[in-house]
Structure formats: C-alpha cells, structure tokens
C-alpha cells in the first residue's frame, strides 16, 4: 500500500524521474512498483534499476541479517526484464553495481526503495541518491533502526546525508520501515 500511495502522489504531482530498488530479493517489491507506476503513469518513461547481490550481505556484522538467510536467484530476478520492458536487473555489491555505466548515467531518481538491511550495505546507496532525488521523490527505507554489530544503523546514514535537505517523514510500515518525501 505504501508503495501504491507514494507512486499515485508522484502522479498528481507529475513528478519524473526514474526509480531503483537496493536490494531486490526475490523482486516482488520491485515489479508492484512498476505495476503501479504504470497504473498511474500511463505516460511514464520512467526505467526501474533493480540492484543485489543475490549472494546476501558483504558482512556478517548484524545476527541475523547475514550471507546465509539472504540469498535469493539472481536467474529469477532477472525474470523481470522480460515481463517489463522499463525494468533492469544489475547484480553485484553495491559498490560494483553502482558502478555499472548505465547505472552511473542516472541523473533524476523520482522513487528509490533500500532495502538492504545493514549500515554497511546502506553507506553507497545513500551516497549515489543525496544529488539525484528530485523534489516530490519518495524514499522509502527498511530496517531504519536496526542496530549492527558495532552499534551503526541506517538511521545515522540518512540524518547524517539529508539533516540539511529537507525531507519530510510521510509513513511507517512493517517492523522498522520509514518513508519520506524530499521536497527540496
């Protein structure tokens, strides 16, 4: 539903740009994004970047979000691509993946979604979105408060990037999710 609300006020709203998932999965998330995009946008140019390792984290440092419960099919993600023409599956670490040219030649991201569990893996996602998200966009962020190993959490990633933009908190969900608007 968060997913569905933000995509019909970038609607209204005419906001555009393109959107990207940081940590895929299984890409359910992922494809209802493009769903509603296109329910919405009819119109929509927008290319959705879907980006994972599929091999789970880079470090063990959290108990239970580690390599082992979070592998997934990068063969099945990749899937998706064929069902959506808009949609682009990259696989790698995000310090690789952010790499890729076609990734780096993204200039205006309306909708990004992190979901990758840990400070560590958040650190290059933050980076790569503090001067792409246009005013309107939507971030939405999982497992917000999670505290690592070392007492990090994506918390302190996101108030210490965006504490001088202006990004207003719009919603919760799940255990430890927030969504908020950047409105410049």
Known sequence: M??????????????????????????????????????FNKKSK???????SFEGFPDDSHPYFNQENFKSSYERAKKIEKKFSNARIIKGFFS???????????????????DCDLYTSAIEPIKFLENRLVIGSYLMIDDFVNIDRHGRSISELFYSTFNEKKMVFVSSFGVSGVIYRYVG
């Open 2 to 39: 968060n997913i569905k609300n933000a995509f019909y006020n970038l609607s209204l709203d005419q906001i555009t740009g393109d959107c990207i998932e940081f940590g895929v999965f299984t890409g359910s998330s992922f494809k209802h994004a493009i769903r509603v995009d296109a329910k």
């Open 96 to 114: 690789d993946s952010l790499n890729n040219s076609e990734v780096k030649d993204i200039k205006k991201i309306k909708f990004a979604y992190i």
């Open 46 to 52: 927008s290319l959705f970047y879907g980006l994972d």
